[in-house]
């Protein structure tokens, strides 16, 4: 029963399809392949439009002054604004020209690249981004864009723009990536866990923001790399000297030789520091010319006023201080891992009481050996967030000898002085 059963099924089946087959018209099997043919097409076309639009990304730097306002660190009085600001409200105004404008298709977005305070005014730097196919003419787009900006920014209501001042210039598409990407806190070196004082030598490339800060070509400070023109210091290295034309600054895991070295064209040191009250120490210094990045050249990331690092995470300092007190500073750089002390612990009376004031913390061990040392001061104390990006949080200051107990290191707070930093640079 059931052998016949299948033998039954199986025929049938066979009859079946058979009659299909025969009921299938040329015509209609025609209509059946252009259809098929018709859907491979439109789905090969809009994979193709899709992936490989033909379009190509275009950069152009613009320029233009913002009138009748100043920078100010405490954004109370009308027509004062804060660098950050002041870099979102152009951003926008600059993203709103373009969002109704003729090359609306084409815009992708723009980066307020450079606030520079100037008399009654800012003059604002802008990357714009735009996609175009590749046969479009350039002069033809920037004269669009210098028109287009032209028209609208001088009816803008949230700033007052002098149109008069407006620029527009294209960009080698690898320039304009370099500007964009510039990324900040990124190194191109595995972290190789060493222990300035009692810390190990620095693999090359480990630390590429670390500067040496050199008055008549002898080290005096570390200073850490914050864009291609500026270094953030310690003010006290300039308490015996700040001459800008007897400053140099070294790059490179040697002081000698240099990996390259470069002028200090300005020193900007603290308002409110006063040798030798220890608050307010830092500075800022800015060199010339400008260096191209590299794996061995690069900033460090300076972390938002918000932010806020808890106690015994893991820090570094580099340095190429002395290797103890007394000692002499060093000419290959060197690295230690360090914790961050709350100020709770570091204010007790056997550790520094209240010599440690607002704008400082203490990193370090109580029980001492790792710690930053003379020659160190100016240099960098860094974190690493999840995504393995640097930042700077502290500035080698003061300590009481080298890696005592009890006297761990202590640090300006970089978020504390971010927004001086901001209104001094731009950054
Ligand atoms: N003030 C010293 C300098 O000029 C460095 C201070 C750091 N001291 C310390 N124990 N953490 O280089």
Redesign the pocket.
């Known amino acids: 029963m059931p052998v016949f059963g299948r033998y039954q099924q199986d025929f049938l089946k066979g009859r079946r399809f058979g009659t299909r087959s025969r009921d299938l018209k040329p015509w209609m099997l025609a209509l059946l392949i252009l259809f098929i043919l018709t859907v491979m097409a439109v789905t090969i076309g809009l994979l193709v439009h899709f992936l490989d639009s033909g379009e190509k990304t275009e950069y152009y730097h613009g320029s233009f002054k913002i009138s009748h306002l100043q920078i100010n660190s405490h954004s109370r009085q009308n027509n004062t604004y804060q660098l950050k600001d002041l870099r979102e409200i152009s951003e926008n105004l600059v993203d709103n020209v373009f969002a109704d404008s003729t090359l609306q298709e084409h815009y992708i977005k723009n980066q307020v690249i450079r606030l520079t305070p100037e008399e009654d005014g800012v003059k604002a730097d802008v990357i714009m981004v735009f996609q175009f196919p590749s046969d479009e003419q350039r002069m033809i787009i920037q004269k669009k864009i210098h028109s287009i900006l032209n028209q609208k920014i001088r009816n803008t209501r949230a700033l007052s723009i002098n149109a008069s001042s407006l620029q527009v210039n294209a960009m080698s598409s690898s320039t304009g990536k370099l500007t964009i990407h510039a990324c900040c806190g990124k190194r191109n070196v595995p972290l190789i866990v060493n222990r300035i004082m009692s810390g190990d030598l620095a693999a090359k490339a480990a630390w590429p923001w670390q500067a040496s800060l050199q008055s008549n070509n002898i080290h005096q400070?570390g200073a850490t790399l914050i864009s291609n023109t500026w270094l953030v210091t310690a003010a006290?290295c300039f308490k015996y000297n700040a001459n800008p034309r007897q400053w140099t600054v070294s790059f490179g895991t040697t002081i000698n030789p240099p990996l390259m070295k470069r002028n200090v064209k300005r020193i900007i040191v603290h308002e409110r520091y006063h040798s030798p009250a220890k608050e307010y120490d830092i500075a800022v210094v800015q060199f010339s010319p400008r260096v191209t990045f590299t794996d061995d050249i690069r900033r460090v990331c300076l972390p938002e006023v918000s932010a806020s690092f808890q106690p015994n995470s893991t820090v570094y300092i580099t340095g190429f201080?002395a290797l103890y007190s007394g000692g002499d500073s060093q000419n290959e750089l060197r690295e230690a891992r360090l914790q961050l002390i709350s100020d709770d612990v570091c204010k007790q009376p056997h550790v520094y009481g209240s010599d440690i004031k607002f704008g400082m913390f203490c990193a370090g061990y109580l029980e001492g050996i790792y710690?930053?040392?003379?020659?160190?001061?100016g240099g960098p104390l860094v974190i690493k967030d999840l995504k393995d990006t640097w930042y700077l949080i502290g500035i080698?200051?003061?300590?009481d000898?080298?890696g005592q107990k009890n006297k761990p290191?202590v640090y300006t707070k970089v978020t504390y002085f971010r927004k001086w930093i901001a209104s001094k640079t731009g950054l």
């Open positions: 400070c006290h201080g710690d930053a040392c003379r020659g160190d001061s080698v200051s003061w300590g000898n080298c290191g």
